[in-house]
């Protein structure tokens, strides 16, 4: 969506969903309604269609209570709507724990939440309007993701599985985007043999074998095509010069390669039966393991459930003010998991905002009252396109919209409304800086090598025990304590908190490649550990593979093929501990 695109992107759906408010009888709620819409969209789009409609269905309720409750209960008492909506920020900054996903999912409950109790209505409204201004936007966003996919529901699959052949994407992101749709036969052994395609390649270049990835490239393009295309497929012959064990990695490679290739050409569209339940027992595991006081994620959502908590605080002594949105979305949008990012938000905020403000002036100076309102929407219209591009640019247009718009509606002098403005904007920032500097007394923050090592052998000790438990060797009840502390540890790895050392380049990259193989690991080891002993045959092979060994063990069955394959690249993927 770039150039006119999102603009006209932005016109339609709020357009829309204002003219479907005015229709339905939302009355002063319709605007609430339009612009919620735009924060829905946030959360419909990122995976497969099924996953992202099995997503938007559990995202409804909570958007839906968030953008309309806190805003009814403060009718009642202010203090009480405050306190629920920090609860809502709260849940909002804990949700990233549950992947990478869940990232734009909690951004979006948040904004729409801070945006439906910040927005002044025109007008009042009753519950019924409240509550379907967010059930409205959040219906629309479900129409326009099953329009957006419904002509090919499978393309995220193919697309990531197509990336981690040609080596751009991770295990993770590929892995999570096949498990969150309806697994198909050919993509499950699209993904098992690139995993051992990448693992092969891996030892060869590791060994200092040129290997060429024309082929490779080629066979992505298959996989990433919606329909099959008849193609050859011909592996090379090892070198002369390669070693004994470096030429069978050499054929192994070529074979993996070729079997991705007949699956991507053959297409077998059966489905892989999966067992009932085992997306939730994923999510549970990971949201158990961030429940925990030592959980960076955690303390993160408290940081910012406290520093709303302030800002809404000082909103209530400004009743009616039209800039308090401008100021609780600022404050929701500077706190940052890292204080790093924190401060450049802060930075980009405030330098964008004195550029708008000289824009600003020179437009009350030079034209009449009335080109205000058509200057803030069109600055509007312009700056979305560079909201993550050129931020600075983005909040420079927030400035003329907000100020516009609001100086020209109230019939307001624009000059102290914009003074205005700025302050609340450094308020925002202070607030933002203090919560996302702010580091939890009591809490160690260990280095980037500790983290890793922790991590790696939190997983390893998760399953080697659960190895243990399929043999009948131990105790099943305590891999429940082991899987939050793998979760945890593998969710703090990539956390950077105030005081904590910066990782280099080169270890950021590390902790980066580490944490997509811990959290493949993860999902591996929850589908292992369901109930029943139908993958107690795995026990041996998995203690092997912890020892450093490679496994002979064939599984007839798909799913367990795809498991151990999992495994034993997963596990090749992860550093030595003390590294």
């Keep these: 969506m770039k150039g006119l695109a999102l603009p006209v992107i932005i016109v339609v759906v709020a357009g829309g969903v204002a003219g479907l408010g005015a229709l339905i009888g939302l009355g002063g709620a319709t605007v609430l309604a339009a612009l919620t819409a735009l924060f829905c969209l946030l959360a419909a789009f990122g995976g497969p269609l099924r996953a992202d409609l099995r997503l938007l269905a559990g995202f409804a309720p909570a958007l839906v209570f968030g953008a309309g409750v806190p805003r009814l209960l403060g009718e009642v008492s202010e203090w009480a709507a405050i306190g629920l909506l920090t609860v809502v920020v709260f849940a909002a900054g804990l949700l990233p724990v549950l992947g990478r996903r869940y990232v734009t999912v909690g951004l979006g409950l948040g904004m729409s939440s801070v945006f439906g109790y910040g927005f002044q209505l025109t007008g009042s409204a009753s519950v019924a309007q409240v509550l379907g201004a967010p059930a409205l936007a959040v219906g629309v966003a479900i129409v326009l993701r099953v329009l957006a996919g419904l002509r090919d529901p499978g393309k995220p699959v193919r697309e990531a599985l197509a990336e981690l052949l040609a080596g751009n994407g991770s295990v993770e992101q590929a892995a999570r985007q096949w498990f ?81 290739h007949k699956a991507a050409t053959t297409r077998d569209e059966s489905t892989v039966e999966l067992p009932r339940g085992l997306h939730r027992r994923v999510l549970d595991a990971e949201l158990r393991g961030a429940l925990s006081w030592k959980s960076a994620q955690t303390r993160h959502a408290v940081r910012v459930a406290l520093g709303m908590f302030v800002a809404l605080a000082v909103a209530r002594l400004r009743p009616g003010d039209p800039l308090t949105l401008s100021f609780l979305m600022a404050t929701f949008a500077i706190m940052q998991p890292e204080w790093r990012d924190s401060l450049s938000k802060a930075w980009q905020r405030i330098a964008g905002s004195a550029g708008g403000a000289v824009v600003l002036a020179l437009v009350i100076w030079l034209l009449p009252p009335s ?57 925002s920032a202070m607030i933002g800086l203090l919560f996302g500097f702010a580091a939890v007394p009591g809490v160690r923050k260990p280095s980037p090598e500790e983290r890793l090592d922790t991590a790696v052998a939190d997983t390893r000790d998760l399953l080697a025990h659960l190895a243990a438990t399929l043999r009948g060797d131990a105790d099943p009840r305590a891999l429940a304590r082991l899987f939050r502390q793998s979760a945890r540890s593998q969710q703090d790895l990539l956390a950077t908190e105030p005081g904590s050392a910066e990782p280099t380049a080169p270890q950021q990259d590390s902790l980066e490649d580490t944490a997509d193989a811990l959290r493949a690991l993860h999902t591996t080891a929850v589908a292992l550990a369901l109930p029943g002993r139908r993958h107690a045959s795995l026990a041996d092979p998995i203690t092997t593979l912890l020892a450093g060994q490679p496994t002979h063990h064939t599984p007839k069955d798909d799913e367990q093929r795809l498991l151990l394959t999992s495994l034993s690249t997963n596990l090749a993927a992860l550093p030595t501990p003390g590294r």
């Design 371 to 427: 080109a205000l309102l058509p200057v803030g929407l069109v600055a509007m219209l312009a700056g979305f396109p560079f909201m993550t591009s050129k931020p600075l640019l983005f909040n420079g247009c927030v400035v003329l919209m907000s100020v516009g718009v609001n100086a020209a509606n109230r019939h307001l002098d624009p000059a102290p409304v914009l003074v205005e403005y700025l302050l609340l904007i450094l308020l």
């Design 180 to 260: 969150g749709d309806r697994p198909r036969r050919w993509t499950a052994q699209v993904l098992a043999h690139t995993l051992r395609y990448r693992a092969a390649r891996g030892v060869l270049e590791e060994r200092g074998v040129a290997v060429d990835s024309v082929e490779a490239d080629r066979v992505a393009s298959l996989v990433r095509t919606r329909s099959t295309s008849d193609s050859l497929f011909s592996a090379p012959a090892p070198p002369d010069d390669l070693p004994g064990a470096t030429r069978e990695w050499f054929t192994s490679m070529w074979d993996a390669l070729g079997a991705v």
